[in-house]
């Protein structure tokens, strides 16, 4: 199994941090490889959702569910195709003026193309979910950013 860790510190307080990241359905307007992503049910704060990521040049939708913890953690998982399994994990500490985010992502595809560089597609789909929600921070939580 594929498994990579990312962290970063952000200006910004846990809570805007977490809203950001568990707005779901809004990932498709700034996270790379997503194309779709609803949430199906909503049992408390865990959450059913369906979501179309690009692969390899195809796209695949799949279903998971993430459980909340607010301010603190949020957790995804799914067994569906392309994976075998799939755990994301993002927790969120308060760290002097803003909070500490670490992101740790694990996986196993069922493409066989795919599979072998999956430790290097690991890695860098971190950097670019991390880097993304980075920009989404200082876009809306920022000076001037439309919350607070």
Do not use: K, N
Not at 8 to 36: H, K, S
Request: charged share 25%; net charge positive; hydrophobic share 45%.
């Amino acid at each position: 199994m594929a498994e990579v860790g990312e962290q970063l510190w952000l200006p910004f307080g846990r809570e805007g941090v977490f809203a950001l990241v568990a707005d779901i359905e809004r990932y498709p307007e700034f996270v790379p490889r997503y194309r779709e992503s609803r949430i199906l049910d909503r049992d408390g704060r865990r959450l059913a959702v369906e979501q179309v990521v690009g692969i390899g040049g195809a796209l695949y939708r799949f279903r998971s569910w993430a459980e909340l913890e607010p301010p603190r953690a949020l957790w995804v998982r799914t067994t569906d195709f392309p994976f075998r399994e799939m755990t994301v994990r993002w927790r969120f500490e308060p760290a002097g003026e803003g909070c500490r985010v670490a992101l740790r992502m694990a996986f196993r595809l069922r493409l066989p193309l795919v599979s072998g560089p999956a430790g290097s597609l690991a890695g860098r789909a971190a950097r670019q979910t991390l880097g993304a929600f980075e920009a989404r921070a200082y876009e809306l939580l920022g000076p001037g950013g439309g919350a607070a």
